[in-house]
């Protein structure tokens, strides 16, 4: 089985449609997908009804966290959707993100950049707007070559420029909203030290003594050989469950399907895990 367990569609930061993304996963050759798109679950009815005959949709949702002082992402898996104290949650996540572009898109023209709001609306359609519709608004304006160049400290990177904070959930009031509604927490990309500032180990390990985080993606395009290896042994240290995905984002990042995979265990873990929702096959 070839599992990617974390895409992002339009619903969010990515280029693709959920039906376009689930089209290209199956081309991509994935008996298993996870739409995790940030802060939303708007994408999942979409991908789910453009499964192909026995390709399985996993669903979940990538939250933005803190962690003792440092920004995180959280993947949520196969939680209740419904469940208030989350769903309001999400609601909040999703309303910062208009101020805060605007405020970085203020900031930019600060700095002699012509991006506008109205072009980033246009750039991120009907999904959560975020940096990387930012960044590719600057694309578009010729100040930088590619989004991945707009996030340095010269720009928009965490520390950069023009950054602005964002807000988000106490990690461990994340992981304990994601199993009150039945689903599984899984630390994304912890030791991805090319975005920024990361979570020391000891933090990661008192999260998961404290509130029960259920694993790590270990197997992730931003993590080099030695910080895999580094989180393998914690994991096992741990008891926690390791994943691989490729954090796809269509066009935006380059980066294919499939880049990464999680195991058929790490996988099946997962599902005996799940209370709040099941995979959808078709």
């Known amino acids: 089985m070839r599992i990617d367990l974390h895409t992002h569609s339009t619903a969010s930061d990515g280029s693709d449609s959920p039906t376009e993304l689930i089209r290209n996963a199956a081309t991509a050759g994935l008996d298993v997908v996870g739409l995790t798109d940030h802060d939303t679950v708007g994408g999942h009815a979409e991908a789910a009804a453009a499964l192909p005959e026995g390709m399985t949709l996993v669903t979940g949702t990538e939250f933005s966290c803190r962690l003792d002082g440092v920004s995180i992402h959280m993947l949520g898996y196969l939680f209740d959707p419904e469940e208030p104290e989350l769903a309001a949650q999400r609601e909040l996540l999703r309303d ?31 999904g959560a707007v975020g940096r990387p519709h930012i960044a590719a608004a600057m694309v578009e304006t010729g100040v930088v070559p590619t989004v991945k160049d707009a996030f340095t400290l010269e720009w928009i990177a965490d520390g950069g420029r023009a950054h602005v904070h ?5 990690a461990y009031k994340a992981v304990r909203m994601i199993h009150d509604a ?4 899984i630390f994304a990309h912890p030791l991805a030290v090319l975005r920024g500032e990361v979570a020391t180990e000891e933090s990661i390990a008192r999260l998961a003594e404290e509130a029960g985080l259920d694993g790590f993606e270990v197997d992730h395009y931003d993590h080099d050989e030695a910080n895999r290896a580094r989180l393998r042994a914690m994991a096992a240290d741990l008891g926690l469950i390791t994943t691989g995905a490729s954090d796809y984002h269509g066009d935006v990042k380059d980066v294919g399907l499939g880049n990464d995979l999680t195991s058929p265990e790490a996988y099946e873990e997962i599902v005996a895990r799940a209370k709040g929702a099941k995979p959808i096959t078709a």
């Open 166 to 170: 964002k807000h988000e959930l106490d």
């Open 182 to 185: 039945g689903g599984v927490a």
């Open 96 to 126: 910062d993100r208009v101020p805060r572009a605007k405020a970085i898109i203020a900031k930019l023209n600060e700095l002699d950049v012509p991006v506008t709001w109205e072009q980033v609306q246009r750039l991120a359609g009907d």
